[in-house]
């Protein structure tokens, strides 16, 4: 159950990529660059490694031969991007026109299978990273993609209930977040025509409805599966040169999305719907290959396990030459890929590390293999974070709304018309009419509890200013127990954080969620 750290694609991406939490990189949103921390690329690149990067992958920063020393291509995806949205002839629209060699994520596939071998004729180890666009907005697939999910058996698999396509009464306004545009476009001829239809979105009372979530999933499914076969592609030379028993190869994404849950349609929000995402890692010494680990793990993993594993050559004064050396916040997930027979034998004196130590398997993650009898291990850190900023105008803000945990009866809030007043801070506006907070959403296995504290933003940035001796401005408790693939979206409907017979739960949760604010939260200096 991997989860990211933001919400948004631009810090989310440098978390990754940095191993660094929102809080130090100083990336909340589209405002702040990774820089001046180190990147995996980077530290590669230093170390002898030639590193390519192909496709949408840092935000902004292309090509920066410190970060991509062999080759960098990126085709201008983001003027795409824009450019797509110029002729789209509504909110999901397969193409009927365009051949698949016209999409960008056909062109990177192009692109990354011959970078992939040329690097493979080279002496040096490398590293080649490929960023596919799809299922990224605009939702612009081929249209047989669409067609492959645009059938009655399909659309019911995925139909919800009134209820699950309204924003959750006993949820605070402040989680609420929408939309992807102001207005709905309806297909016309499944996108050949120009819409004659739409909705306007943004109002936290209104529901989506099944037609307009089945435009939006049929498209997004599509544009799964297109990107899916051009990965395929770059699997397949990986296949051709015999690659498998000497590369490690990582598979994530940098946030999710909802497609009309809750009534909304964006990736804006801390419900699991925009914070979980994939991750699979594929090691060619792993004992687990094609298993699953349930506890949550994190984006900010994948640097501290990507160092255990490729054990790259590593110059401390070369590596961070220019560069402030920045204690990775990521747990190693190197003993879950490896098991803890070849994890203690590779790395014994990690084993006695704090942050190192492993319990025991249990009934949750029982994977093992038959042929070694190597158990994966269960890490010490069972939960994860993720986390944002929340500001509105004081004189926007609706009076039974300002306070600390005011919504205390869910059946109340259902007799207000509620409103949509917050939005993403900017962390440069220095302003006093606004009241600025700071989400963090922590998930286990068996809960999401999410708060938004007060924070000075205004003097934010170099020491906490997280107001965590008071009450949290609002709270959410969410139970998963016992939860399957099949329950994905049902479970967050209902807001448990003020239910009597959850106060214990809660309290525990939001001790554990203020220490880790205490005590591992280390914010950004200017």
């Known amino acids: 159950m991997p989860l990211l750290k933001s919400q948004y694609a631009y810090p989310s991406r440098d978390?990754?990529?940095?191993?660094?939490?929102?809080?130090?990189?100083?990336?909340?949103?589209?405002?702040?660059?990774?820089?001046?921390?180190?990147?995996?690329?980077?530290?590669?690149?230093?170390s002898g490694y030639n590193t390519a990067g192909i496709g949408k992958l840092f935000h902004w920063d292309g090509g920066d031969k410190d970060i991509w020393n062999y080759f960098q291509w990126d085709n201008d995806w983001y003027g795409y991007q824009n450019k797509e949205n110029s002729f789209m002839n509504s909110s999901a629209m397969p193409d009927k026109v365009r051949t698949e060699s016209m999409f960008r994520d056909h062109q990177f596939a192009e692109r990354a299978t011959n970078t992939l071998q040329n690097l493979a004729k080279e002496k040096n180890y490398f590293m080649l990273a490929v960023g596919f666009k799809l299922p990224h907005l605009a939702l612009h697939v081929p249209h047989k993609y669409f067609s492959l999910y645009n059938n009655k058996e399909t659309r019911n698999a995925w139909k919800l209930g009134k209820r699950e396509l309204r924003f959750p009464s006993s949820a605070p306004e402040i989680s609420y977040r929408c939309c992807a545009d102001p207005e709905f476009r309806f297909m016309r001829s499944e996108g050949a025509h120009r819409y004659n239809r739409s909705i306007g979105l943004g109002d936290i009372n209104m529901a989506f409805t099944n037609e307009m979530r089945d435009e939006l999933l049929m498209s997004y499914c599509g544009g799964v599966t297109f990107a899916d076969k051009q990965l395929g592609k770059v699997l397949d030379v990986m296949d051709k040169l015999d690659l498998w028993q000497n590369t490690t190869v990582v598979l994530t994404a940098d946030h999710g999305m909802h497609m009309g849950e809750k009534g909304i349609w964006e990736k804006w929000t801390l419900f699991d719907e925009s914070t979980r995402v994939p991750l699979l890692i594929s090691h060619p010494k792993s004992p687990f290959q094609g298993q699953h680990y349930k506890d949550p793990v994190e984006l900010i993993d994948v640097f501290a396990t990507l160092k255990d594993l490729l054990q790259a050559p590593f110059d401390e004064n070369k590596v961070y030459k220019g560069i402030p050396k920045v204690t990775l916040q990521g747990k190693s997930l190197a003993p879950v890929v490896l098991g803890k027979q070849l994890w203690e034998k590779a790395f014994p004196q990690k084993t006695k590390e704090p942050q190192f130590f492993i319990r025991s398997s249990n009934a949750l993650n029982n994977a093992s293999s038959a042929a070694t009898g190597n158990i994966m291990p269960v890490m010490q850190r069972t939960f994860a974070i993720t986390q944002s900023t929340r500001c509105a105008k004081k004189n926007r803000i609706p009076p039974a709304t300002v306070g600390d945990m005011i919504r205390l009866d869910s059946s109340k809030s259902k007799k207000i018309l509620r409103r949509a007043v917050w939005e993403d801070c900017?962390?440069?506006?220095?302003?006093?009419?606004?009241?600025?907070?700071?989400?963090?959403?922590?998930r286990t296995a068996d809960y999401r509890y999410t708060a938004y504290f007060h924070y000075n933003k205004t003097s934010f940035l170099g020491k906490v200013q997280v107001d965590v001796v008071n009450p949290p401005y609002q709270h959410e408790l969410y139970d998963h127990k016992n939860e399957t693939l099949q329950d994905f979206t049902h479970r967050e409907t209902v807001n448990l954080a003020y239910k009597p017979s959850y106060t214990i739960t809660v309290n525990q949760l939001k001790s554990k969620l203020i220490h880790f604010i205490q005590n591992e939260a280390i914010f950004h200096k200017n």
Not at 18 to 46: A, E
Not at 427 to 440: H, M, Q, R, S
């Open 15 to 46: 978390s990754l990529l940095t191993g660094l939490r929102p809080d130090t990189v100083g990336t909340y949103n589209f405002q702040h660059s990774f820089r001046p921390h180190l990147s995996i690329p980077t530290q590669l690149s230093r």
């Open 426 to 442: 900017n962390v440069d506006y220095k302003g006093n009419d606004e009241v600025a907070l700071i989400g963090y959403s922590m």
